[in-house]
């Protein structure tokens, strides 16, 4: 599965930079995060419950940073196992944009699933990957955005 997207973050990219790499500000962020810690300079581990139609999972995994330019983009390389529910693994390009006192955030992501999860469709798990990454980033705008709304002029 791919994805992509562009999200708007009223703060500057300096500021958003540093709640990407901040793991308690990453915890509060992503829907059904349960822990989050760094495990080393550019790796972390943690785990995430998640609900999918009828199948309920927590998936224990790691994160790592790959292509670091340091406050502009990086690479997230993830994998984690759910258990009987699979396994799921991927990776997104994410590349922070200034604009004006603001920040478009750019990503591109690709995912691979296995086990139950997989059987679940592909139309579901588009659906919940997509409701997902949109709660994310009211989340992240919540935390370091100075408007709650920033893609309203």
Known sequence: M???????????????????????????????????????????????????????????????????????????????RGGIAGFVGGSARVVLIDDGGATVLRWTASAQIGGRLAAVGGRLLHGFASKAAAEFFRRLNEEVGSQP???RN
């Open 2 to 80: 791919d994805f992509d997207g562009e999200h708007k973050i009223a703060a500057p990219p300096a500021r958003v930079w540093q709640a990407l790499n901040d793991p308690t500000v990453l915890a509060a962020c992503v829907p059904g995060c349960e822990s989050l810690e760094r495990a080393a300079p550019l790796a972390y581990t943690g785990t995430v419950a998640i609900r999918v139609g009828s199948l309920a999972a927590r998936f224990a995994g790691t994160l790592t940073l790959e292509d670091v330019i340091e406050a502009e983009a990086y690479t997230l390389k993830g994998q984690g």
């Open 149 to 151: 709304d920033c893609t």
